[in-house]
């Protein structure tokens, strides 16, 4: 059972721009970890930590395909270095505005730099859905949705739906 669980849209801590972490300690491995089991719980290929209310700059995946080898990426103060020029347009739908999804097009590569759980310096090249879920991950962290790269209008419809779900599962 995991003690972590994902906010859901209505939620101010879903806009806050996150902290960045001093170190990956003992503590942001736990985290870490306990994102990764809330993660795979959910049957989401990613997750930050925002989403769980902690307001640190900590992110985790896996992208990997049932049938494939499980991959998951721990990243402090994930910073992406680089974007290709080159575009692609992917579904997106994210565990704190669940059910709902959108097309968002983003840079189809990216290099990025991250403190991985052993609190050492990284950098990795990722296209992708990788490359697209780190760049998700990544705009949580500064408090974007993917919702913000949609039509005002298709904005409204999901966010609209959304606070009316959570006002009746507040009301019962
Ligand atoms: O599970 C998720 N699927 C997904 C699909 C396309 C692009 C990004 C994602 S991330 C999302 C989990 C989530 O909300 N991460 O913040
Ligand atoms: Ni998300």
Redesign the pocket.
């Known amino acids: 059972m995991s003690r972590l669980s994902v906010l859901v849209v209505p939620d101010s801590r879903l806009k806050r721009h996150a902290e960045p972490v001093a170190r990956v300690d003992d503590g942001v491995r736990r985290l870490m970890d306990g994102m990764l089991e809330a993660m795979h719980e959910a049957k989401?290929?990613?997750?930050?930590a925002p989403?769980v209310g902690v307001l640190k700059r900590v992110i985790v995946a896996d992208v990997s395909r049932p049938d494939e080898e499980p991959r998951d990426y721990r990243m402090a103060n994930p910073e992406i270095l680089w974007r290709s020029e080159d575009e692609v347009s992917?579904?997106?739908?994210?565990?704190?505005l669940p059910e709902q999804y959108g097309d968002v097009t983003r840079p189809a590569r990216i290099k990025v730099r991250y403190l991985d759980h052993q609190n050492e310096i990284r950098e990795m090249e990722a296209d992708g859905?990788l490359a697209?879920?780190i760049q998700?991950?990544a705009d949580?962290l500064e408090g974007v949705l993917?919702v913000d790269y949609l039509s005002l209008l298709k904005r409204n419809i999901i966010l609209r739906k959304l606070a009316k779900a959570k006002k009746q599962t507040a009301a019962v």
């Open positions: 989401g290929i990613g997750l930050a989403q992917g579904e997106e739908g994210c565990l704190s859905l697209r879920c998700h991950e949580h993917f």
